[in-house]
């Protein structure tokens, strides 16, 4: 127990455990995380196409300089689980997320999605970049 803080006997903490401690403490404002659209399509086999629209938004997120965006195996791995927001932000390190849900019947596609305050849990009126019309076109 020497060193410690400022030499009172107070271990210090690893590296690991000294950012893990902060991060938790101070989330950034500009960070997001894209949960796993759910698949509301009559075909569950159609389960990948969500994902992929998931996992498109994500991708665009990442472009944004300053956004920190979770990774996507992270934010999946909540994916049927039954968390709520403020648990998932906390545990990704995030204060907002990305929900939402795919349908698809037919040539129809269509996609719903919400940001969310981690923290509150309730629909956010963010500032974000506007989007070309083409950025997040379905084929």
Not at 64 to 90: C, D, W
Not at 109 to 127: C, D, E, F, G, N
């Amino acid at each position: 127990m020497d060193g410690g803080l400022c030499g009172r006997g107070v271990p210090e903490q690893s590296g690991a455990a000294r950012v893990s401690a902060e991060s938790k403490s101070e989330i950034s404002a500009k960070s997001v995380a894209v949960l796993a659209f759910a698949n509301l399509s009559d075909d569950k086999g159609s389960e990948y196409f969500s994902d992929g629209i998931s996992e498109e938004l994500l991708t665009v997120l990442q472009k944004i300089p300053g956004l920190h965006v979770a990774a996507r195996t992270s934010a999946f791995s909540f994916k049927g689980k039954n968390a709520t927001a403020q648990e998932i932000g906390q545990k990704l390190g995030v204060a907002h997320l990305v929900e939402g849900s795919v349908r698809k019947a037919g040539d129809v596609v269509r996609i719903a999605a919400r940001l969310t305050q981690a923290k509150m849990s309730s629909p956010s009126k963010p500032r974000l970049p506007k989007l070309s019309s083409n950025s997040c076109a379905v084929s």
